[in-house]
């Protein structure tokens, strides 16, 4: 018999919800037929799946310990990190934390913004990811998960049943403000918050020409996977496919031939800013996607411009009144200029960068 003992991370679920994460392997049709033998207890009780998990709570498994470790994914042996599971003979189920320790230790230039229980809100720099393209890759979310675990080596018994995990995503080469959530109660109320679009994002960056004045522009985007490339339509084309977005911009500073804007994502989709300034005819310096190739390969050659200048620049917490979000309740958080970003806007003659 093997058992776990519910944290503040797995409670507040559905108990089959809470299997299906601590057994991956385990198809819904076995769970149900092992609840029904009472070969997974509640409590020391038979369950249905539909209860709602609370802290302190006891789930208790009647198998062997090889079949547990094939439902589980987890191993016996090797150099990974305990779990909160223990056996009849005191074995721990483990699993492995190489790939944890290795994002921390290998990813620099991550800066903390602000940090509590619950949430971290995170500056990523240019050229990591916020989250896996393949499998070989790491990520500000392995990061994330290296760096709590150097914190409190203990978090490793709820990585089988909960991870910690970015929430928002900017494209590789984007820089700046991440949210990430350290609990479960920390994940849900900040995608709860991106979903229902109560945070506002602003963003920072030059684009080509002058913009005098502030506006929000609406568009459909439509994605075309095989190119990981997107089109902004004034008119929706009639397939179907196209999402509506909406971006607002502000010019807070101008040069010769550039605009230094604030740019605030109303809807979120992927390359929303690059592509709906470049479909106005304002696309941003570097952008070597969706950009102008002449001004990016000039940029290239006089101030050393390989991407897209885009800084995800500050997060605007929306009011509330209870629970994880209280503590941030109408706070707004900064990301600071990367060095590049300073660098660029004075070689374009921009006197000042605030």
Not at 97 to 125: F, Q, R, V
Not at 211 to 233: F, H, I, P
């Amino acid at each position: 018999m093997q058992s776990v003992t519910i944290g503040n991370n797995q409670a507040g679920q559905r108990l089959d919800k809470f299997l299906h994460k601590f057994m991956p392997e385990a198809g819904t049709g076995f769970l149900y037929k092992m609840l029904r033998k009472k070969n997974i207890t509640l409590n020391g009780k038979k369950a249905e799946g539909a209860e709602i998990l609370v802290l302190g709570d006891t789930v208790s498994f009647y198998f062997s310990d090889e079949t547990f470790c094939k439902f589980t994914g987890a191993s016996l042996t090797g150099n990974e990190c305990c779990c909160n599971i223990t056996g009849e003979q005191g074995k721990s189920s483990r699993i492995p934390i190489n790939e944890y320790e290795k994002a921390y230790s290998t990813l620099h230039g991550i800066n903390i913004i602000y940090e509590d229980d619950n949430i971290l809100i995170a500056c990523k720099p240019a050229g990591i990811l916020s989250q896996k393209a393949a499998n070989s890759d790491i990520s500000l979310n392995e990061w994330l998960i290296g760096y709590l675990l150097a914190k409190d080596p203990s978090l490793c018994k709820e990585l089988n049943t909960f991870r910690p995990s970015v929430c928002n995503r900017l494209d590789r080469n984007t820089s700046g403000i991440v949210l990430c959530g350290k609990s479960l109660a920390g994940s849900q109320y900040l995608s709860k918050c991106i979903k229902e679009r109560s945070i506002r994002k602003f963003y920072r960056t030059i684009c080509v020409g002058r913009l005098e004045q502030k506006a929000t522009v609406k568009g459909y985007l439509e994605k075309d996977v095989s190119r990981n490339k997107v089109t902004v339509l004034e008119t929706p084309s009639g397939s179907g496919k196209q999402k509506v977005i909406e971006t607002s911009y502000c010019p807070i500073g101008f040069s010769e031939k550039y605009t230094l804007l604030e740019v605030e994502l109303i809807t979120g989709k992927t390359h929303q800013i690059r592509a709906h300034l470049a479909s106005i005819g304002h696309p941003l310096i570097g952008d070597f996607k969706y950009g102008n190739e002449n001004t990016n390969d000039l940029l290239k050659k006089k101030l050393h411009l390989k991407y897209q200048l885009l800084h995800a620049y500050r997060v605007v917490f929306p009011s509330c009144a209870e629970g994880v979000g209280a503590v941030l309740s109408k706070k707004e958080f900064f990301a600071p200029y990367p060095q590049q970003f300073k660098a660029v806007s004075e070689g374009l003659g921009f006197t000042t960068v605030r």
